[in-house]
C-alpha cells in the first residue's frame, strides 16, 4: 500500500471514530430528540408480583399508592375475544387448572391460586385474596392517569387490534407503550397503531449492541422509545453458585459487561429513549438511568 492510500485510509478512519465519538456524546447534532410524554423511573413489574399477586387489580392499586410511576401488565386474549391481563397463556402455574386463556370465554377463567411462586425470585411467594383475572379495560378505568407498559404476549392480530381500539377508547396514547421480545409482534404492533410508543424487541436490542460496539448507532434513526434489558447477573440470585461452572459465570460477568454500557445508556437517553436496566425488576420494580 502506498504512503498515500495509508494517508486517505487513517484519515478516513481518523474522521469516521471523531465523529462518531461526537455524535455518540452530543446526538442531537443528528437527530431530534424524542420528546418524552412520561418519565418512568420506577416500574411494577406484573403490578409488583413480589408483594400481590401478579397481574391483579390488587396489584395494581397497591402499586400506584405506593407511587410507582409505571405499571407494567400481560395481554392475552379469550375465545369471545375479550382481552385480559395475565403473564401464562396456560393458567395451570397460576390456578392450578390445565386449560388456555384463548379455549375459554371470560367467565370461564378459573381464579387465582391463593399463594403463586414469584418467578426471578428464588423461594419467594407472593398471596392475595384478589385471585381474579382483569380485564384490560378495567385497568385503564382504574388509573386513567398511570402509564402502562403492555407486554403483548401472544403474536394475534386479534389481541393487537383490540389492544389498540382499547387504548384509542381511553385516550391513552401518551400514556401508553407495547410491545414484546419478538420482533414480529413489535412490528406489528407498530403497523396497527404507531402512535403507541413501542419497546424494543430483543432482536433489535441485539442490533443496537453491535451498532453501538462498531460505532455505527450514533448515524442510525431509532423509532422505538422504551430501551428495557433485564441484568444478566440476576441468574446468579436464582441458582445456587456453587452448582454453576465457571464458564456459566464468565458468560454471566461477560454478558454484564456488554450490556451495562454507561456510554450507550447515556446515549440513548440524550435521544429521548428511556432506559430501563434492571436486577429487581422481575421482583417489583425497575429504575431508569
Given amino acids: 500500500m502506498s504512503s498515500t492510500a495509508a494517508f486517505y485510509l487513517l484519515s478516513t ?6 465523529t462518531s465519538f461526537l455524535l455518540l456524546k452530543y446526538p442531537t447534532l443528528l437527530h431530534q430528540r424524542k420528546k418524552q410524554r412520561f418519565l418512568s423511573k420506577h416500574i411494577s413489574h406484573r403490578g409488583g408480583a413480589g408483594e400481590n399477586l401478579e ?25 369471545d375475544e375479550q382481552v ?3 403473564h401464562d397463556e396456560n393458567l395451570k402455574r397460576s390456578t392450578g387448572v390445565n386449560v388456555n386463556i384463548s379455549d375459554l370465554k371470560y367467565c ?28 384490560l379495560k378495567e385497568v385503564f378505568e382504574a388509573f386513567p392517569n398511570t402509564p402502562i407498559n403492555i407486554d403483548i404476549k401472544v403474536n394475534n392480530n386479534v389481541l393487537i387490534k383490540k389492544v389498540s381500539e382499547l387504548v384509542k377508547l381511553y385516550r391513552r396514547e401518551q ?55 433485564p441484568m444478566p447477573s440476576i441468574i446468579l440470585k436464582l ?9 456459566q459465570k464468565f458468560l454471566i460477568w461477560l454478558s454484564d459487561i456488554l450490556l451495562m454500557r454507561k456510554a450507550l445508556f447515556d446515549h440513548l437517553t ?19 438511568i
Fill in 13 to 18: 478512519l481518523g474522521g469516521y471514530l471523531v
Fill in 55 to 79: 397481574n391483579t387489580m390488587a396489584a395494581f392499586q397497591h402499586a400506584v399508592t405506593i407511587g410507582t410511576d409505571m405499571l407494567e401488565l400481560d395481554c392475552h386474549i379469550t375465545k
Fill in 84 to 86: 385480559v391481563v395475565s
Fill in 108 to 135: 370461564e377463567l378459573p381464579p387465582y391460586l391463593g399463594k403463586l411462586d414469584v418467578a426471578f425470585q428464588k423461594a419467594c411467594q407472593s398471596e392475595g385474596k384478589d385471585n381474579r383475572i382483569p380485564l
Fill in 175 to 229: 400514556i401508553t407503550v407495547w410491545g414484546n421480545a419478538s420482533y414480529e409482534i413489535v412490528e406489528k404492533c407498530y403497523k396497527e397503531n404507531s402512535d403507541i410508543p413501542i419497546l424494543f424487541s430483543l432482536q433489535r436490542v441485539l442490533l443496537i449492541l453491535g451498532l453501538f460496539f462498531t460505532g455505527l448507532l450514533p448515524f442510525v434513526p431509532i423509532r422505538e422509545q422504551f430501551f428495557e434489558i
Fill in 239 to 247: 441458582r445456587e453458585p456453587h452448582t454453576m461452572s465457571r464458564s
Fill in 270 to 288: 440524550a435521544r429521548g429513549i428511556q432506559v430501563f436496566w434492571n436486577d429487581v425488576f422481575w421482583k417489583r420494580c425497575s429504575l431508569s
